[in-house]
């Protein structure tokens, strides 16, 4: 059976993706930040611990490396980690004879949207680049939006104690959902299967409309939520300009971001692989809400 080298381990999509790993039989070893004991007490007994960072010398970590199958790397960070710890982990993989690494994409249609679009799919743009040209075979796995994310409170999309949702563009473009939890199934379907080696694996829970989103969002909570649009396509695009040149809070800005890829269609997935992986049954946008917004949830 296969052993995954998982990085970014301790994080909520590489906790994730250890599980669907271990549910498929796959030996896991976790690279854990030093310091990091709630984490590592975290992963439990079966995952093989090795302490280190994507960024310690190459050779170290590829001593760290040595006889993994695939690395999966569900990392967060600025450039420091995206591009240049994950160009690190690629050349330790070089030297460990590791074939194959998942890099810590995990967005919308990062592939299709230009340099400039949104300032974190250009590190994940850049980090891909420079992996051209290497012996280790990368898979990107593209998913579109994370409903639990979209969920929060900071995305501006819904806010459940007003009773509204929020709206760019004509709320006619189809975008791409997925929970975290199937993606994390769908990437270690990808690990698990060299035949993606190279690849981009594109999947997602649900493709719904923003006004169908607003639907299922009501149907799933049994909640109204008043509508509000907020501008067209091009005023999201002169708001993100504005926020820009005001120096406001990149964070308010990197939202809009990925909000103006999703409506103006620039993100889109085409086309999505999910039929490649029977097994993965995904949860709707729809019963997503249902879920999370129960009484018990
Ligand atoms: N499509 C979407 O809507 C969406 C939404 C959210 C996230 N994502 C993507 O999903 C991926 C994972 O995100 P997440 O929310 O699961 O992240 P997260 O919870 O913040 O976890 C990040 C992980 O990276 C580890 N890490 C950071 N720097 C590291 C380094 N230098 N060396 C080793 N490990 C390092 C962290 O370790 P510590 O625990 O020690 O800090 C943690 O395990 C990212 O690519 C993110 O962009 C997509």
Redesign the pocket.
């Known amino acids: 059976m296969s052993t995954v080298f998982v990085?970014?381990?301790?994080?909520?999509?590489?906790r994730l993706v250890i599980a669907s790993l271990q549910r498929r039989g796959a030996t896991v070893r976790a690279?854990?930040?030093p310091g990091?004991t709630e984490?590592r007490r975290a992963l439990g007994q079966d995952v093989e611990i090795v302490e280190?960072?994507?960024?310690d010398p190459a050779d170290r970590l590829a001593r760290a490396l040595e006889g993994s199958d695939v690395i999966v790397s569900?990392?967060?960070?600025g450039a420091?980690?995206?591009i240049d710890?994950q160009a690190n982990l690629l050349s330790a993989a070089e030297r460990a004879g590791v074939p194959r690494l998942i890099p810590?994409?995990?967005?919308?249609a990062i592939d299709r949207l230009d340099h400039g679009d949104n300032d974190?799919a250009d590190l994940?743009k850049k980090a891909a680049e420079s992996f051209a040209g290497s012996p280790v075979a990368t898979t990107s796995v593209l998913?579109?939006?994370?409903l639990e994310?979209?969920n929060q409170p900071f995305y501006n999309w819904v806010d459940w104690r007003a009773g509204t949702f929020s709206y760019w563009g004509d709320g006619d473009q189809p975008v791409d959902f997925?929970t975290?939890t199937d993606t994390a199934e769908w990437t270690a379907e990808a690990a698990l299967d060299p035949a993606t080696a190279g690849r981009t694996v594109r999947v997602a829970g649900d493709v719904l409309t923003v006004k169908e989103l607003h639907q299922a969002m009501e149907r799933g909570s049994g909640r109204r939520l008043q509508a509000r649009r907020l501008g067209g396509v091009r005023e999201l695009k002169a708001e993100i300009d504005r926020l820009q040149a005001d120096g406001a809070d990149p964070f308010a800005w990197l939202l809009l971001q990925?909000t103006w890829a999703m409506v103006s269609g620039k993100g889109k997935l085409d086309p999505l692989d999910n039929h490649r992986y029977p097994g993965v049954r995904p949860t709707g946008a729809e019963e997503f809400f249902r879920q999370a917004m129960s009484p018990s949830a």
Do not use: E
């Not at 810590?104 to 919308?108: H, R």
């Open positions: 990085a970014g381990a301790t994080g909520t999509l590489g690279l854990v930040r990091n984490g280190g960072d994507i960024r569900a990392v967060q960070g420091d980690v995206i710890g810590s994409d995990f967005s919308l974190f994940r998913c579109g939006a994370f994310v979209l997925s975290m990925y």
